[in-house]
């Protein structure tokens, strides 16, 4: 009996094959994660616009009447931006791209967080918002936790604003609303509402009561409860979402 | 942490996907050469051949089997059938011995002493040049033999040929989704048989030369996997055995998930151990294909299927867990908004493509399995089955071989 030749030419293209089809994949992962980078960046790049369109809009209406400015001046994209961000950062992966993008999303929080205590102190409006401190940099249990109840929350208000700021971010904005709150990273995940630092976890009926009591927001029913009710509980959270600023 | 892992199930997959795409170059470069013959198929010379049915406790099946050598379309006088009774205790014996009344039949009875002694028995009876054996759970198409002997006709150096093996009458999922593997199973068997590489002669008629066993000696225990040993002895000792791909052989497979478990843990403690016992002919290249390619990718399909079942369970118990975190937390959560079908929340990691692509490969195996046994490219539901049951339960025949391995605990034959 004689030996079965082995047609080594034969692994090699197969090898070249195979690297050809990785090739394709990794083209086609880097070509839909580009676009949803992109993605990002022009949802940021909007809210840059909205928020620079707000306080061009403030500054002008300085001198009339705050009746003028409606709650639409706000932008309606932070939390979509967020919750996308989020979700890049889990499956794009902590690129440089990725986290520019982080930095710079926090940076037009905080813009935004600036400008409705602006119109707040002016026009005496009370905007409902919540800063938010969690950090990534070690596993922090409660602040998965806390940010569950906090994502609870801005499904159930629409018109709630969550600031959220991850301790670890290197930008000397968000290192100086840690020290304006004192926020220390032995005490996340910490919530400020109504200028009160509450530092740990926070339970989702903890901090609904403070929402309730601080701001006098009205949740909003889902379809399913609200089938079957009188016309006028809709109204009043169809209005709620559209209330105009008022003195 | 998470790299490693990533890293291991990228090499994971570009092997896998490296071993389908050798297949496929293989049949690419011989699908001239691979022809569903439909025709009667006449010999020059029709040389005498020896059937040996090894029979335990098979007083229901083996009836069957037998008539369906008697159809043969083989002369009588060139058919010789040697019945074994391994030491049943049914009625077997009582069965098989009232074909004793046939000139080219006969009949032995023995104590029981495992499948390769029976075995061992007939080839001991055994005085023509072709030897087969046939399992007594399976029947052989009426061409199957003279198919067979083609092979040898055409190419006179052949040692073995083996038989597609098809699922009989398949009555239940378990069933179907094993009929959905032979099909596949036979464009592998095919390939590798293109290859020189074939690592198994099946139980069910895969007729060889008698010089294999002269030369080579009897069947082993081998791990109750003889026919598993005796194909590794003739890779070691270049004896070319080859498939063909129209001798039909109808096999009854395991109808429960139970009875599946117990027989493929069996083939993979079975593999395991004779490709520790042949380790002198892995990986080096005088041994051919089948040192450097069939083992190999055996060994990887495991240990892929196995890590990648794992990887699963893990993103599973993640999932699951991150929701009973989600319930303990806020409860159930009725206004959570469910708009999330966005395009942005799609994933597309590369390895997200390349999934697809083996499951496409895969689909691709089966379709030209179909093609090559049937003559048409169906995908039936079957895959689906296919899919369900071997992705969910082989991690576990695979996990418990290497177990038994390790603690060398041999599985029963039933």
């Known amino acids: ?247 | 942490m998470d790299l490693v892992f990533d890293v291991i199930f990228y090499i994971f997959t570009f092997l896998a996907v490296y071993v389908q795409i050798f297949l496929f170059i293989t049949f690419l470069e011989n699908r001239k050469n691979i022809g569903n013959n439909k025709e009667e198929i006449k010999l020059v010379k029709y040389p005498a051949v020896t059937v040996i049915v090894p029979c335990w406790n098979e007083e229901q099946g083996v009836h069957k089997t037998i008539r369906s050598l008697f159809n043969l379309n083989y002369p009588k006088e060139k058919l010789k059938i040697i019945l074994v009774d391994d030491g049943s205790t049914d009625n077997t014996w009582g069965v098989i011995s009232k074909y004793a009344k046939y000139p080219n039949v006969r009949v032995f009875h023995k104590e029981n002493g495992g499948k390769y002694t029976a075995l061992n028995l007939g080839l001991e009876h055994t005085d023509t040049e072709f030897l087969g054996c046939l399992d007594a759970d399976s029947t052989a198409d009426k061409q199957a033999l003279v198919r067979l002997m083609h092979f040898f006709e055409k190419v006179p150096e052949l040692m073995a040929v083996t038989p597609s093996l098809i699922v009989d009458n398949p009555r239940n999922i378990v069933e179907r989704a094993q009929k959905a593997e032979y099909y596949m199973g036979v464009y592998v068997k095919k390939m590798l048989g293109f290859l020189g590489a074939i690592q198994v002669t099946p139980g069910p008629l895969t007729i060889f030369r008698k010089k294999v066993f002269d030369d080579l000696g009897p069947y082993f225990h081998a791990h109750n996997t003889e026919d598993m040993e005796i194909a590794y002895r003739m890779q070691k000792h270049y004896y070319p055995i080859e498939q063909c791909l129209d001798a039909f052989v109808y096999t009854n497979t395991p109808s429960s998930i139970g009875k599946l478990f117990k027989q493929r843990l069996r083939w993979i403690y079975g593999f395991i151990n004779n490709s520790i016992d042949y380790r002198s002919i892995l990986f080096r290249k005088k041994y051919g294909n089948f040192s450097v390619f069939t083992v190999p990718s055996n060994i990887l399909a495991m240990a892929a299927s196995t890590y990648i079942f794992g990887r699963v369970i893990w993103e599973a118990v993640s999932f699951i867990s991150s929701k009973v975190l989600q319930y303990k937390t806020v409860g159930i959560n009725l206004t959570a908004s469910a708009n999330n079908i966005d395009f942005f929340f799609i994933n597309t990691q590369s390895s997200f493509f390349l999934g697809i692509f083996v499951i496409f490969l895969v689909i691709l195996s089966l379709s030209i399995g179909y093609r090559l046994a049937k003559g048409k490219g169906v995908v039936s539901p079957d895959l689906i089955y296919f899919f369900f049951i071997f992705s969910f339960i082989a991690p576990f025949w695979l996990m418990k071989a290497v177990y038994n391995t390790a603690l060398s605990r041999r599985p029963s034959w039933r």
């Open chain 1, 1 to 247: 009996m004689h030996q079965n030749p082995i047609d080594w030419k034969k692994y090699l293209i197969v090898f070249l094959f195979t690297i050809g089809i990785f090739m394709v994949a990794i083209y086609l992962s880097n070509y839909f994660g580009e676009k949803k980078i992109s993605e990002l960046k022009s949802i940021q790049d909007n809210i840059a616009l909205d928020i620079l369109s707000s306080e061009t809009q403030f500054s002008l209406l300085s001198e009339l009447s705050c009746k003028n400015i409606s709650s639409s001046v706000l932008s309606g994209e932070l939390g979509e931006m967020g919750q996308k961000l989020e979700w890049g950062e889990k499956n794009l992966g902590n690129t440089t791209e990725v986290l520019y993008l982080r930095k710079y999303y926090s940076l037009l929080e905080i813009k935004d967080y600036l400008l409705i205590k602006n119109i707040s102190k002016r026009c005496g409006t009370d905007y409902a918002f919540i800063l938010y401190f969690y950090t990534t940099a070690e596993n922090c249990s409660e602040c998965e936790r806390q940010g569950i109840v906090l994502s609870t929350l801005r499904d159930k208000y629409p018109t709630l604003r969550v600031y959220s700021f991850d301790y670890s971010t290197a930008l000397s904005a968000v290192e100086a609303m840690l020290k304006i709150y004192k926020i220390e990273d032995t005490k996340l995940p910490a919530v400020v509402l109504d200028d009160e630092v509450l530092t740990g976890f926070q339970s989702l009926e903890k901090l609904d009561a403070k929402i309730k009591k601080s701001f006098g927001l009205e949740e909003i029913i889902p379809k399913e409860e609200a089938t079957g009710q009188n016309q006028t509980t809709n109204d009043k959270s169809s209005t709620e979402n559209a209330k105009p600023i008022t003195e």
